[in-house]
């Protein structure tokens, strides 16, 4: 009976021991969130104005923009935000909303940006109105391989 | 493991009795709803607020059921309705004006094949007879969901106002009244044909405003979109070889054959019948093609175009269909709103 109460007693002892060392401090970091990487040769894949489909009746395969690290060149071979080179820049490289545009010895132009994986793949899509405010267009680029 | 004994014993009638019971449940549930009246003007100035009245009965059959309200309106996409309409209700069941919110594009519709609201109409409801594919559905929702009793009928009186564009245009609206639980329960996406909504297409609008007409009802030969563009903007010449008898009528290829003319009096001429001038075949005797004007025209950083002229062609060039079916050329001016 005696041997019994002892094994109990060390039972106890042992989980209470597991207990106390169990126990650290945890020091959580949230993930950083990764800077967008725009960098490459995009072109448009998909384009709407007024939300009418222009893709299938306008010719947007000659359009091309080549992202740098800061820097863009332009085939502006249709309407677009800009229609020459220059900077780039997000509003928040990390949670960016804005891609603004500066083309050279011209002042900046913001517009929407939005990110997001289509079929796992990669999209940027840009809306704008290039000519009368009242037209909105949408573009939707891809990068070319 | 489903053991279905089709001759006869309790298992049959175990399995007849469960499909029964939930296609007795599938329709006790149907809502009916109809829109017995919508009010709108005739006519109302460019750039003036459209107010219309849908008086609507919301009912419910052997059962009780509690929903938001929802509300859509066909609307031209030039109008960017949207942002510039209000929408709010009475009824018997509640007191007092209702605001409704505007629910936002995309929002997916109950019973809808993952479609939005928006998509949803479109393809339920339909355009309305409009001809230009330049319109949208915009939809509203009540904020809050209200309980129809088994056998009790809602009244219902929904208020819209549209600010409108200065465009001068004649346009089909539709109204569209329904409620969040069912959506449309459209036949479009294999669902029965049902009551859940109802609909109402009132005579024509008429908006007076300067310019063109911007005709979305009658066919005509070439109407171009959007109403409103600069030579920056990417514009839609459409041709609708039907529309009236013309040389081009039955032509299978269709060119296009322009004049631009700049704001320094210049004109550039493109007419010459290749592939980058021939129009799209959209089948039944209709052709687009929309073009960017700075860069079909070839116009420098200093250059800006004032309007254009246009006619279509064949492909030897020699039968030209221009207004009306004459060689008098199509115009069109460049200017925003």
Known sequence: MNSMRRLIKINYALLLGCMLFSCRTEHLTPPNEPVKNITGTWGIIDATRNGTDLTSSFDFSGFHIVFTDSTYTIDSLVPFIISHNGKWAFDNPQYPFDLIFTQTDSSSIATPFQFPVANGVRNIILTFSPGCPSNSYVYTLQKVN | ?337
């Open chain 2, 1 to 337: 493991m489903i053991n279905i004994k089709l001759r006869g014993g309790k298992s049959a009638w175990n399995w007849i009795w469960k499909i029964t019971g939930t296609l007795i449940v599938l329709v006790i549930f149907a809502c009916s709803i109809t829109i017995n009246n919508v009010t709108q003007p005739a006519s109302i100035p460019g750039a003036s607020t459209l107010t219309s009245t849908i008086t609507a009965t919301i009912g419910q059959v052997n059962a009780t059921q509690t929903s938001a309200l929802v509300v859509g309106i066909l609307v031209p996409t030039q109008w960017n309705a949207a942002n510039n309409t209000t929408v709010s209700f009475t009824s018997t069941a509640t007191t007092g004006i209702q605001p409704m919110n505007l629910i936002p594009t995309g929002t997916p519709a109950p019973t809808g094949g993952g479609l939005s609201w928006q998509t949803d109409m479109l393809n339920t409801i339909g355009s309305a007879g409009n001809l230009i594919n330049e319109y949208e559905y915009i939809c509203f929702e009540s904020p809050q969901q209200y309980t129809v009793n088994n056998g009790n009928n809602i009244d219902v009186v929904v208020t819209v106002n549209i600010k409108v564009s200065q465009t001068n245009m004649l346009f089909n609206m539709a109204y569209v009244v329904c409620e969040s639980t069912d959506g449309l329960n459209s036949t479009a996406n294999s669902q029965s044909p049902s009551t859940y909504y109802g609909t109402f297409f009132p005579p024509s609008l008429r908006v007076t405003g300067p310019g063109t007409l911007l005709d979305f009802i009658d066919p005509q030969l070439s109407v171009i979109t959007p109403g409103f563009a600069t030579d920056n903007d990417i514009i839609t010449l459409p041709f609708n070889s039907t529309a009236v008898h013309n040389s081009l009528t039955n032509a299978s290829q269709v060119f296009l054959c322009a004049t631009g003319y700049t704001t320094t009096g210049d004109s550039i001429k493109v007419c010459q019948q290749t592939n980058a001038s021939q129009l799209q075949s959209l089948g039944g005797g209709n052709f687009q093609k929309s073009i960017w004007p700075r860069g079909l025209f070839g116009l420098s950083a200093s250059q800006s175009l004032d309007s254009i002229e246009y006619v279509f062609t064949d492909a030897t060039g020699s039968v030209i269909v221009g207004f009306n079916g004459t060689s008098t050329p199509f115009s069109y001016t460049f200017g925003c709103q």
